[in-house]
């Protein structure tokens, strides 16, 4: 399912999708928030969005799977665990039929603010 209409926030876009969806968009946003739970949470090209230190992650429902989208750098790491998944440069999908692989979705967003946190340490400071 894609959304047409625009949504302002995480629980309207959640609220968008069918009864038997929403617990595991909902588990998805609580593993990446359990993860990273300084990041902040909005909309961001029609999807939830998570960012900490630049862009964590992001996340969106469709009619067979979910989509998750680490960056191409969260999909390069863990190439060998996600083997098992449909995935490409930068996004994994996670078929609504099979449960939440919620070990990885958690290694994988705490991956990714580990390289956002060095990423920002490398920066030339401003004067």
Known sequence: ??????????????????????????????????????????ISYMMPAYKYHGVLVYFG????????YPTPSGIENFKQEISVYHYSKGAIQFPLNKPLPIKLITQIVKFRALENVEKEKAKPKKK
């Open 1 to 42: 399912m894609v959304h047409a209409t625009k949504v302002g926030t995480v629980d309207q876009y959640i609220a968008g999708f069918p009864e038997e969806v929403q617990p595991q968009l909902n588990r998805l946003r609580e593993t990446i928030l359990k993860a990273a739970p300084e990041a902040a949470e909005s």
């Open 61 to 68: 429902g469709y009619k067979n799977h979910i989509g998750f």
